[in-house]
């Protein structure tokens, strides 16, 4: 296991080495540790590649809905900076992209009600990655609105 944790604590990928000390206990990283490997792969590797091709607006490939083009549009920019780990307080385009995807479903919810919102909030689950079992729906809801800083409505509310 030590040569494992090595190799995945390497200066040359900050964006592992952050991933590694985060989710893996025998890393052992202090939060201050933690924050400036965060802030590191924010600078180098995938995470900026990312926020490069994102349009200023907050959509990547064309504006709309962000399902196409397949695993270059919104949603997929969007699912692969969930999982390297990326944070909007480390790069304020990151705020932009949640809340350019995420306006146009909080509208339509607070239109809708009963029936309705469960089947968005279904098309929503089917949309992303981390909603991929919806009894993860409500903690990736949850992550967003930490992401976006709005408010959380539980399903069921109005």
Not at 38 to 50: E, F, N, T, V
Not at 60 to 87: E, H, N
Request: hydrophobic fraction near 45%.
């Amino acid at each position: 296991m030590t040569e494992l944790l090595s190799w995945l604590l390497e200066e040359e990928n900050p964006g592992v080495r952050y991933l590694a000390l985060r989710d893996l206990k025998a890393a052992h990283a202090s939060p201050q540790t933690l924050a400036e490997y965060r802030q590191q792969a924010h600078m180098s590797g995938k995470i900026p590649a990312i926020l490069a091709k994102m349009n200023q607006d907050g959509f990547w490939a064309k504006p709309g809905a962000g399902y196409s083009t397949k695993y270059q549009s919104s949603v997929w920019a969007l699912i692969l900076l969930a999982q390297l780990g990326a944070r909007k307080e480390e790069d304020a385009r990151i705020a932009t992209a949640l809340n350019y995807y995420r306006q146009p479903l909080l509208a339509a919810l607070a239109e809708l009600s009963g029936v309705k919102k469960a089947s968005i909030l279904l098309i929503a689950c089917k949309a992303t990655w981390w909603l991929h079992f919806c009894a993860w729906a409500w903690n990736a809801l949850s992550w967003l609105n930490r992401l976006t800083g709005l408010p959380a409505t539980k399903p069921g509310q109005v």
